[in-house]
């Protein structure tokens, strides 16, 4: 393969389109980032911001036609009786120097937060059963990965025993590290559950443990202290009479062999299995829950296609303005994604995707949960001679000073992930200035610029526009031409009830009766004030709608709740609005409310820079002063409510904006009532 640039990787194996949405809302943006993580393993994030909320999906899509990918169960190397957040188990399994690269990881199963804590369904890693299926059976589905590399969503029976080969005897079992109270039943522990068995004490004196090593009892342990657990055995244990009854059964030198499903019913070529809530989808149909958490919320879950795709899926949920999802809502989405089968993961809190050791999901209060066990995505490829990469950033818009965070993969030529270190790359930028700071980017001036990042001969381009501020407008202006029409913005006058108050209300509408064409109120509350008026004058308050004057466009939007997206159909009319034939498009924002969502900001922002771009773009909006900020050919200014004007110069502060447009020509003053 020749070297190549990767800048954005477009995988056929994702079937959601841009227009794709299971809540049917109006969208009020989307975007869609993709990342090539390795040779048939790609990560993708869809982020839908419409008038219900936000919706925030994280997808991993593995090819296992891919021998060089593998997957791995993680968990507390320490024993995973103790929950850990899976950073810390990529972390830890990173640090084992088995030359295996974690692409992605994910929570699984769903778990006791006991102490000791248990994972609820079965546990198979490298063809080792290390816990058994839920009690209650069609409840709680499970993965299956076989040696042959084929995959079953299914339902698992949870009985466990133990045949004794030497007398040709079985001996039923409760569970396999999973703890039975005041040890009553006979459990299996392994050392990947505790790394010493329990041992005997005051108050469970009689308890008897049975040690097996490569399946040959060696040791059967009556009122003894904890004894290590080897990685080649087991111990089987119980008090009471279950205790007596493996004193009875079992001989030091006996042969045993562990039964379960994973034996009888796959022929012990089980090389992996997870536990999960209830299967969502069988066959290209929806699969009714067996297991049921209601409510919109962060969701986990697995997902198989039908040309062998496996996808791991995140959804936010129970954050400000986060839509959330009902197990339904996987569903129809991982459907949407060409799955033939799928499972839940544990949800709400649990929920947690890693992809390049970075948590991709936004957490809950902006912590991790710590869990008992989490699915991993590996490569197991033998790393050639670097070929490509891949190259962007957190956001293609901003302003200068700002921060661009750019994420920079490497390849060989067989796609396989490289760990070139940034410090090793280089970085420069065209059409722009700016600095970087290792793979931070800090752009010094405006305009649209591009990013490069070259590394061995191979240079990967990011396309950016940052957009420069000022307080200072050339449009801003002490006196106005006389050609032209001229149009007034006050805010809201407000009810008053001093003589002076009134008196200055009269002067108001002289002045604005004298000076302007057309008069738009913000919000105001005053009647009075407007029934005295003897102008044209619009109010716009709490709702969306646009007024023609000549050639310029009046577009009065509505943030009161927050966000425009909190109005229906407000974004539409907007976007629609922006469309107009006329030279100038005046927007008035009614509230003093700001946008509260970062991300719906920035989409009006970037409207407004579009639109721009062939029309003058005035934005005025309620504030505590007047003001104004220059946004390229984007203006913000800030008038006041009435009873914000006045600061401490009687003759300098009542003021009103007064705009003539002469044809595209537009300049404003902040006109006086007294001079």
Known sequence: ????????????????????????????????????????????????????????????????????????????????????????????????????????????????????AFSLGPMV??????????????????????????TFFTYIKPDVSISDVTKNTQLPIAAINKPSKNYANIVMYTNEYFKNSPGANDTYYDLTEVLVIDNIITDIRYGQPPVAIPDNGYVLLAAGNNGI??????????????????????????????????????????????????????????????????????????????????????????????????????????????????????????AERRIVDSLAIKSTAQKDEFSSIQAFTDNDFGYVNDKFKLTINTFDADLDPLNIPIENMHFSVSGINGTFNKNIFTPTSAGDGIIHVEYGGT????????????????????????????????????????????????????????????????SNSNTVFEQKLNKSHYNFNQSYASQTVDNNLIINLNSSNGGFFKSAGQWDFFRNSLNTTADNIFIVLNSKESLKIKEEALEFKKSLHKASKDKNVYVIYRG???????????????????????????SNDFRYLLINVNGTDVKYTYKKLFL
Request: aromatic share 8%.
């Open 125 to 150: 890693k490298n063809g080792k059963v290390l816990s058994n299926p839920h009690y209650q059976p069609n409840k709680y589905s499970t993965f299956l990965f076989d040696k042959n590399r084929n």
């Open 245 to 366: 009854t493996l004193r009875n059964s079992l001989s030091v030198g006996d042969e045993l062999k562990l039964n379960s499903a994973f034996s009888l019913d796959y022929a012990n070529n089980i090389d992996l299995a997870v536990g999960g809530g209830s299967l969502i989808l069988k066959d290209g149909q929806l699969y009714p829950p067996t297991q049921k958490v209601p409510g919109k919320s962060q969701r986990s879950a697995l997902g198989i296609t039908y040309d062998n795709k496996l996808i791991l899926f995140a959804a936010d949920g129970r954050l400000p303005n986060v839509i959330g999802m009902q197990e339904e809502d996987v569903a129809n989405y991982m459907k949407s994604l060409g799955c033939k089968d799928a499972m839940l993961f544990d949800g709400g809190g649990s929920t947690d995707l890693i992809v390049n050791d970075t948590i991709v999901n936004n957490l809950v209060n902006g």
């Open 624 to 650: 505590d002063a007047f003001n104004q900020i220059l946004e390229d050919n984007v203006r913000f200014i800030s008038i006041p409510d009435y009873n914000n004007v006045y600061k401490n110069s009687f």
């Open 459 to 522: 240079d990967a381009s990011i396309p950016i526009t940052v957009i420069g501020k000022s307080n200072t407008d050339p449009n801003l202006v002490d006196e106005l031409g006389e050609e032209g029409i001229n149009i007034a913005f006050l805010s809201d006058m407000n009810e008053v009830s001093t003589l002076l108050d009134n008196l200055i209300h009269i002067k108001y509408r002289q002045d604005i009766e004298k000076n302007a064409d057309n008069l738009f109120l913000l």
């Open 1 to 116: 393969m020749n070297k190549k640039l990767i800048s954005f990787m477009l995988a056929s194996f994702f079937m959601l389109s841009s227009s794709t949405n299971i809540f049917a809302n109006s969208v009020v943006t989307e975007s869609q980032k993709e990342m090539m993580l390795a040779k048939g393993v790609t990560y993708k994030n869809v982020y839908s911001f419409t008038e219900s909320g936000i919706q925030n999906v994280n997808l991993v899509c593995i090819d296992l036609d891919n021998p060089d990918i593998k997957l791995d169960l993680l968990f507390n190397k320490d024993g995973f009786s103790k929950t850990q957040k899976v950073s810390d188990m990529v972390k830890n399994d990173s640090s084992n120097g088995n030359n295996e690269d974690i692409l992605a990881a994910i929570n699984a199963d769903f778990f006791s937060m006991s102490n000791p």
